[in-house]
């Protein structure tokens, strides 16, 4: 489900409709087109989202917000892209680049706010290893557990004589 409506990228793209509150079926780009380009952004802020470890943002958090103005950018972005814009210079910017320029700087917003804090559910964390002797057991037990790739002494050079215990004086 869209953070954003059809009506939030009409806001923001009343240009393309004219003096109508929302896009229909019979506008250029259409309800229909909107519709689908929110979806698409939907799914590349949750990708993002998840690529850092975190679900989908719901209604509740504070960040809710950020990103309904995100996929509403990036349908805007999308439907100022689908009618023809001719260029006059090669560095000339359009309408649909201040959009996806929108789009990309609340992405770097959201993605910046330790959105953990914010009610949005963390999903995976990177592990370490413990810190007592219970977690160690419990890992050493776990059967199924990937083999880490370095483990305690793997570099020491095994030439170098070993380290003298030090004594501790009085």
Same mark, same amino acid.
């Given at each position: 489900? @869209?953070?954003?409506?059809? %009506? ?7 240009? +393309?409709?004219?003096?109508? $509150?929302?896009? &229909? /079926? &019979?506008?250029? $780009?259409? +309800? ?6 929110? &979806? &698409? ?6 990708? =993002?989202?998840? #690529? ?5 943002? %719901?209604? /509740? ?6 990103? =309904? ?31 996806? !320029? !929108?789009? !990309? ?14 009610? *949005? /559910?963390?999903?995976? /964390? ?12 419990? *890992?050493? #037990? !776990?059967?199924?557990?990937?083999? $880490? ?11 170098? $004589?070993? @380290? ?5 004086? %009085?």
């Amino acid at each position: 489900m @869209p953070y954003a409506s059809a %009506s939030d990228v009409a806001a923001i793209c009343h240009n +393309l409709i004219g003096n109508i $509150p929302n896009f &229909t /079926t &019979t506008t250029c $780009p259409t +309800l229909v087109q909107v519709n689908v380009w929110l &979806t &698409t952004g939907c799914a590349v802020i949750n990708s =993002q989202l998840a #690529s850092k470890g975190l679900s989908s943002i %719901s209604t /509740t958090s504070e960040a809710y917000g950020v990103a =309904q103005q995100a996929n509403a950018a990036y349908a805007g972005w999308w439907a100022e892209r689908s009618r023809i814009s001719a260029r006059v210079s090669k560095d000339e910017r359009s309408r649909a680049d201040m959009l996806k !320029d !929108d789009f !990309d700087a609340l992405m770097e917003v959201l993605l910046g706010l330790d959105l953990s804090r914010m009610g *949005v /559910t963390q999903t995976s /964390t990177a592990y370490a290893g413990g810190i007592s002797v219970s977690d160690k057991s419990t *890992v050493q #037990s !776990d059967t199924d557990r990937v083999k $880490p790739r370095f483990s305690r002494g793997m570099l020491r050079n095994l030439d170098a $004589p070993e @380290p003298a215990e030090q004594s501790s004086a %009085s």
